[in-house]
């Protein structure tokens, strides 16, 4: 019967004829699957031969991150709580992998050896999604088999306990006049201890307070104790009563204490994201309807202001036709896939195919895209969400398609991110440097999906329709809400609202209803996003033209430039159709006409900055290359940029109130990247008296040489109130400065355009030219042609001689003229000068080329 459904399912799909939508075969998929079981195998690994029972595998050095024994990363480090993350993380995708013997090894371990209640101070979203995710996810596996009678017999539900512990341990960062939760908690002190180091924050991400109710209810419906499910709901609520009523968008960022917006831009990416995601998944979990009604409303506001297709924007929550940013992050690739679970697929499919265009331009989605497509941040850290959409839409569609896609996915990762010591994140898509990180979510989820997408069910050592994926995908049973109904208080009340409605608003989505005998229809959907960016467009001859190709002043030899931009050059008697009127039949053949001229052009860029040490002893010899700022003191206006002495801000994030005010006074702030946005810090920071800001970078080992300098932005309300220079130095560039303090204590700095650092030569800049180069006859010039800058080449005979002229009698008798010649051969070869060649007849001193 199997067999006989294979066959009907490959003979419906044969229908379409196109190479993109053939049929995988099993023995394809097979060898696929292969190769993830020996990726994940790689990586899992690695991680338990050279990190555990650290958080996270460091893939470039081959040991584990421990917490304070590496630099400080800011914000990212959070995530690390001393209690083997990675482990803990990848526990249940053991049980996906068929890896039943590895799990419960690891069931094993972690019960012996994982601690939950470190002197550390974590992330409540990060802890909750990852470590409290895992362990439910894992007891959930552990019961199954346990039930099945062949293996787990020991287990005595210590994953359970162990996340009711955990549960306990965030629970204080609920201890809010809102109810909304801190971000951060001390999982020793909890929050307002004064042990606790933390509890000074007073803003929240939307999604950091949004994405508690699966975890949290799950727990409670489990453990007996309504408490958590209580406070998720409450924050929940919270989120819900504080959208803006007009547009029923949600913003960003707010405030823990009194519910204020502080960032209003509204989108579906970082920062929001998941709330959306758990107010359906919620749904389904929980069956409560509260949560899908608020979640229709949401999307009939998302579809209306932000979805563009195939574009997500930004835009601001209050004036939501106004859109806040020219560019996409890559967490909002998770989007199509949740866009499938509300049964809407034709956006689905059109955003998943722009995002898999950008895949093919830069191998992987960079962390920040523009709307053209362009890179705007170049890191990618193996983020899994593209991944997610893609099995989503496959098991939607049942289009091989996708099946392809996620075999390009399984290729990239084996051809430019994997490493000897498991698979690194990548630094800059436009470089391919690596970076010394291997997240957790890389072994929770990458291969979770990619290996459901090419399995069948009857594959798999559980039956996947019976969970629900947490965003960290782990895996939760849906028949929770039947078998452990909620308590009564944790029953939110709702006030109608009334909306439109469509076929999908209380259903699940039919691919009997959406693809009726039409296998083709996604295709149908894809091709007018096939060559979105300009990647593997397909020819369409065009007559043979004359075209200028542009050629910069950059010491490139015109030749190796055309290579550089995809040109060859074929000389005409060459090609085999022997004559011109034939170049129709020859794709992308264009005749060249060579005249010459010379323009300027203007190319938008980033104008480098520097901070350089001016007191002793460094007197002006250490300069460090810096990033500008698109807001606060425009550096080039400032004739002698600004001086100052440097100062740590306390906390070196500048992300909560400032404690050195009064050393910062008049003086340059350092400030580590990460935990809030670059306008937060330098709101703070000015206000506290700095009259600049130099920002490091948290990523470890990252500098100017590797990574293209980039411009720092705002947090897309208006800056125009930061009025202090602002500058950016890559990580080793501001160890250099760091260390220069530590030393000397005392260090003065000057921040300025690099081209005007002191002592530093002022050299004309180089302009990018437009060279056009005609053959002409002795004297001919073309008609019309104004007469101005120009390059003349003289013919001669037997040679052509370029002789380069230095002016200046100091110069002349410093240097000797360089003289290049080469001799005109028959077949158009030329040949270097012999070190005598100046007492050529044709090439003395009097010689006027």
């Known amino acids: 019967m ?3 459904k294979t066959l009907l399912i490959t003979s419906l799909l044969g229908w379409v004829k196109c190479q993109e939508s053939q049929s995988m075969t099993s023995e394809e ?3 696929i699957r292969d190769q993830i079981i020996e990726m994940f195998d790689h990586a899992y690994g690695s991680y338990m031969k050279y990190a555990y029972p650290a ?7 081959c040991r584990g991150r421990v917490r304070g024994l590496e630099p400080n990363r800011g914000d990212i480090d959070d995530s690390l709580g001393k209690f083997s993350l990675t482990l803990i993380d990848t526990l249940d995708t ?3 992998l068929n890896k039943l013997d590895e799990f419960e090894d690891a069931v094993r371990k972690a019960v012996k050896d994982v601690r939950l209640d470190n002197d550390v101070v974590v992330s409540v979203f990060e802890t909750n999604i990852r470590v409290l995710g895992g362990l439910l996810g894992a007891h959930v596996m552990a019961d199954l088999l346990r039930q099945r009678g062949d293996r787990m017999q020991w287990y005595q539900d210590e994953l359970l306990h162990m996340a009711k512990e955990l549960g306990h341990r965030l629970l204080p960062a609920f201890n809010t006049t809102s109810g909304l939760p801190y971000p951060k908690v001390n999982l020793r002190y909890g929050v307002l201890n004064p042990l606790s180091r933390t509890g000074t924050e007073s803003d929240t991400c939307t999604a950091c307070a949004g994405t508690m109710i699966l975890e949290f209810a799950a727990l409670s419906r489990m453990s007996g104790e309504s408490v958590f499910e209580e406070h998720a709901r409450k924050a929940m609520d919270v989120l819900w009563d504080r959208r803006q009523r007009g547009s029923d968008l949600v913003g960003t960022v707010i405030n823990i204490h009194n519910g204020e917006w502080v960032r209003r831009d509204s989108g579906v990416g970082a920062g929001i994201d998941s709330y959306y995601e758990y107010l359906m998944k919620a749904y389904i979990l929980l069956g409560d309807n509260v949560f899908l009604e608020r979640f229709n409303i949401h999307y009939s506001a998302i579809m209306k202001y932000i979805s563009q297709p195939p574009l997500l924007l930004n835009v601001h929550m209050h004036n939501p036709t106004v859109s806040v940013r020219s560019w996409m992050d890559s967490l909002l690739a998770f989007f199509p896939g949740l ?22 331009q830069h191998k992987f989605l960079p962390e920040a895209f523009t709307t053209e497509f362009r890179v705007h941040w170049g890191q990618h850290l193996l983020r899994p969400e593209f991944a997610e959409s893609t099995y989503y839409l496959y098991k939607a569609t049942g289009d091989p398609y996708y099946l392809r896609v996620g075999q390009s996915i399984v290729e990239k990762l084996n051809a430019y991110a994997r490493v000897p010591c498991g698979f690194a994140a990548v630094q800059d898509v436009r470089t391919g440097a690596h970076e010394d990180r ?5 072994l929770a989820e990458m291969f979770k999906y990619l290996y459901l997408l090419f399995s069948e069910k009857s594959q798999l050592p559980i039956d996947i329709d019976d969970y629900i994926f947490t965003t960290e995908a782990h895996l939760l049973p849906v028949s929770l809400s039947t078998t452990k109904p909620p308590c009564k208080s944790n029953i939110t009340e709702t006030v109608p609202v009334s909306q439109e409605e469509d076929l999908f608003t209380h259903s699940c989505p039919s691919t009997e209803t959406l693809f009726p005998n ?4 996604a295709k149908t959907i894809r091709d007018s996003y096939k060559y979105l960016t300009g990647v593997g467009r397909a020819f369409r001859p065009l007559p043979v033209r004359e075209i200028e190709l542009p050629l910069h002043d950059n010491g490139m030899e015109p030749v190796e430039f055309l290579k550089s931009m995809g040109i060859s050059l074929t000389p005409l008697n060459e090609l085999s159709a022997g004559d ?8 992308g053949v264009y005749r060249v006409k060579l005249v010459a001229e010379v323009s300027q052009t203007a190319e938008e860029e980033v104008v480098p900055h520097v901070v350089q040490l001016i007191s002793p002893p460094f007197l002006g010899r250490t300069v460090l290359t810096a990033g500008p700022a698109k807001f606060g003191m425009d550096l080039s206006k400032q004739e002698h940029g600004v001086k100052g002495s440097i100062v740590k801000a306390s906390p070196y994030t500048a992300c909560g109130p400032i404690d050195n005010t009064v050393e910062l006074k008049g003086r340059i702030a350092l400030a580590l990247r990460g935990d809030c946005m670059f306008a937060a810090k330098a709101r703070r920071l000015q206000e506290a008296g700095a009259i600049g800001i130099i920002f490091i970078d948290h990523r470890e080992g990252s500098n100017s040489e590797e990574t293209p300098l980039f411009q720092m932005v705002g947090d897309g309300d208006s800056t125009e109130d930061i009025t202090l220079a602002l500058v950016f130095l890559f990580s080793r560039e501001g160890a250099v400065l760091t260390a220069a303090l530590e030393e000397h204590h005392n260090v003065d700095v000057l921040l300025l355009p690099k081209e005007r650092q002191l002592g530093h030569d002022k050299t004309e800049k180089h302009v990018g030219m437009n060279i056009k180069l005609r053959l002409a006859e002795e004297g001919e010039l073309e008609e019309g042609a104004a007469r101005g800058p120009t390059l003349e080449f003289v013919l001669e005979k037997d040679e052509v001689l370029l002789q380069e002229e230095e002016l200046g009698e100091e110069r002349q008798s410093q240097q000797q003229q360089q003289q290049f010649c080469a001799k005109a051969t028959e077949n158009d070869r030329t040949e270097p000068c012999s070190a005598d060649s100046s007492q050529t007849p044709n090439s003395g001193p009097n010689t006027n080329p």
């Open 55 to 61: 958080d996270e595998l460091m893939p470039l050095s």
């Open 94 to 96: 053991l049980v996906v």
């Open 29 to 31: 998929k097979t060898v």
């Open 438 to 442: 291997m997240d957790s979510f890389f």
């Open 580 to 587: 011109t009127g034939n170049l129709k039949e020859h794709k």
């Open 2 to 4: 199997m067999m006989l």
């Open 339 to 360: 866009q499938v679970l509300r049964g809407d697929l034709k956006p689905a499919i059109e955003t998943h195919e722009m995002l898999y265009q950008v895949t093919k």
């Open 518 to 521: 039409n296998p083709s229809f």
